[in-house]
């Protein structure tokens, strides 16, 4: 059981992003999604994150009206949508998925999104 991010590029300043996190071996609709980003040589930080149900959604100061986290349940999946992109969103993005009750938690490998002009 996994889960695999998608969809980092290298961008401009002012474009758009939309990474996906798909589960495999495992139903995503019984987990809480996260997504964290960590910049080279800095650490790990959570930007976004939507309970299993597909409420409580949080987003981190820094990327709050930019950024959007969804999922579709039937589909397996999880996305963020990455608006207004600034260069210090340059980091690898990396997508969370922890258990409403009881089990594993799942991590990605990252993907890496590269704003630069």
């Known amino acids: 059981a996994q889960v695999v991010e998608s969809g980092g590029d290298k961008v401009q300043p002012g474009g758009s992003l939309k990474l996906s996190c798909v589960a495999s071996d495992f139903l995503l609709r019984n987990y809480h999604v996260q997504w964290y980003r960590q910049p080279l040589g800095k650490q790990r930080e959570m930007i976004a994150s939507m309970s299993y149900l597909g409420g409580n959604i949080f987003y981190a100061d820094s990327v709050k009206g930019r950024f959007t986290i969804s999922r579709d349940n039937d589909a397996n999946a999880a996305w963020l949508e990455m608006t207004e992109l600034k260069s210090e969103d340059t980091a690898t993005y990396y997508c969370?998925?922890?258990?409403?009750?009881?089990?594993?938690?799942?991590w990605g490998k990252g993907t890496l999104v590269t704003v630069s002009s």
């Open positions: 969370h998925a922890t258990p409403a009750r009881q089990g594993l938690d799942y």
